[in-house]
């Protein structure tokens, strides 16, 4: 069966949840606010330099006629599951604030003993003022209502005073962004093609609904890891419901993150599915690379991954100088070829030329069974050769193909051998 069928698409009545624990205190919304989401380093404008100001111009009204069940916790049970947010149990910290690791009981909002019931990662929002409260809101609205495997599951939050809590399933290996960049073992070659059709299949289905969602904030940061490498998207501070009926795109502010927003969004807050199709194919890159979408160490001319990538991208012979070098030559020479195509594709200046996340989906799938590994090759390379020695003068041309995998492999570098 096909993923995206397993989803659930609740109608986006843009209403937050009711709470399976009713509370009297604190359980409205407060009023719309006119800042827009400044309390992260995403937006790409600043407020009086915004294109268009027609983004999400009401707040989701409280009207709990939505089907989900999320959660109201109190700040207080929260406080408790998380070790009175104890330091050592934060996961990680983005624009929104803090996210710490914390204990709930199974049925219900009761904090539980470190170790026991369901472990929860409960973000928190960052302590100055309302500013991120739009985007607080709108992950409630969508994650209250979207469901999918491969979309992080929101088990509830909290609003109380001027606290805005959200609690999510735990993941065990957190952010592609830390397998990617952070750690010291490299992340190996299935793992990436498995993560990235986790995602695009996420993707595929926010895209595809009764009401497509555009998600807007598509990066390595915002992919979260099961203890399988199965991907769930994160965050939908930013998601914005797409165009409806004939309209080819929605005008927008202009939010997301350098290096990952597609160029004539940036230049004219358009923003139609394709522009998460871009993001996709920066992503897809930096898988590939094992380099950052924007990295200011690196020499002038390769601090933006995607300009220093389209040359080789375009030339069939250079590909595998794109692949992460800790990868040394454990991956698939096929896989390289498929994955390379597809991130040009998707990273097609003209939007209408991109592929749509169904087609990603499709050509990623074949990927997971390809057993092609560069090195396997280069073994079998180095044994012909070494049977060729004996063989008489002249016979040991390399055919027409074989030079040409060699010239387009890294084996020609001299940079990747492996002895
Ligand atoms: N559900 C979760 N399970 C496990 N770890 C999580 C979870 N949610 C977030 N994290 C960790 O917390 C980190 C911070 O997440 P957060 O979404 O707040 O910020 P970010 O994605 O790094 O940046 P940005 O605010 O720009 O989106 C993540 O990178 C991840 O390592
Ligand atoms: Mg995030």
């Known amino acids: 069966m096909d993923d995206n069928n397993c989803g659930c698409w609740a109608v986006l009545k843009r209403g937050v949840c009711k709470s399976s624990a009713s509370r009297d205190s604190a359980n409205t919304i407060p009023p719309t606010e006119t800042r827009y989401l400044n309390a992260s380093n995403r937006e790409l404008y600043p407020p009086n330099e915004a294109h268009l100001s027609s983004d999400n111009p009401d707040p989701p009204p409280s009207d709990n006629k939505s089907p989900c069940q999320l959660l109201q916790f109190t700040f207080q049970e ?17 624009g929104f604030g803090y996210v710490f690791k914390g204990w ?3 049925n219900g909002t009761a904090p539980a003993k470190p170790g026991s019931g369901i472990t929860v990662a409960v973000k928190s929002l960052k302590p100055d003022g309302l500013q991120g409260h739009r985007e607080w809101v709108a992950e409630v609205d969508f994650l209250g209502q979207l469901h999918h495997p491969n979309l992080v599951k929101l088990i ?8 805005r809590l959200l609690v999510y399933e735990f993941m065990t290996r957190g952010s592609l962004e830390n397998h990617l960049f952070r750690r010291t073992i490299p992340l190996p070659w299935s793992n990436r093609i ?16 009764p009401e497509p969602v555009i998600y807007r904030d598509f990066k390595t940061s915002n992919i979260l890891l099961d203890s399988e490498y199965n991907s769930k998207l994160s965050d939908f501070g930013l998601a914005k419901a797409g165009p409806q009926g004939d309209k080819t795109h929605v005008s927008t502010r202009v939010v997301g993150t350098y290096g990952y ?7 004219t807050g358009h923003l139609t599915s394709k522009s998460d199709v871009y993001s996709f194919g920066v992503v897809l890159l930096e898988i590939l690379t094992g380099r950052r979408s924007m990295d200011k160490k690196r020499p002038s001319g390769e601090q933006n991954l995607v300009t220093w990538a389209r040359p080789y991208l375009a030339d069939k ?3 595998y100088q794109l692949v992460d070098p800790r990868l040394e030559l454990n991956y698939s020479l096929k896989g390289v070829q498929k994955v390379s195509q597809l991130a040009h594709n998707c990273l097609h200046r003209d939007p ?10 499709k050509v990623l799938t074949p990927l997971q069974d390809l057993n092609d590994l560069a090195i396997l090759s280069y073994h079998s390379r180095l044994s012909q050769q070494g049977r060729r020695k004996k063989k008489p003068e002249g016979s040991q041309q390399l055919s027409n193909t074989q030079s040409k995998s060699i010239r387009g492999s890294p084996l020609n570098t001299g940079k990747q051998r492996c002895r």
């Not at 509830?156 to 606290?163: F, K, N, T, V």
């Not at 059709?197 to 609904?209: D, I, R, T, V, Y």
């Not at 209408?352 to 989906?361: A, C, L």
């Open 261 to 267: 927003a597609a160029p004539e969004y940036v230049m």
């Open 104 to 106: 709930i009981e199974e």
């Open 194 to 209: 498995k993560i990235a059709l986790g995602a695009a299949k996420g993707l595929a289905f926010l895209h595809g609904g």
């Open 78 to 94: 929260l406080k408790s599951a998380t070790g009175n947010f104890r330091p050592d149990s934060i996961l990680g910290e983005g």
């Open 317 to 319: 012979r250079k590909l």
């Open 352 to 361: 209408k030329s991109r592929p749509t996340m169904d087609e990603v989906v």
């Open 156 to 163: 509830g939050y909290c609003i109380e005073d001027d606290q």
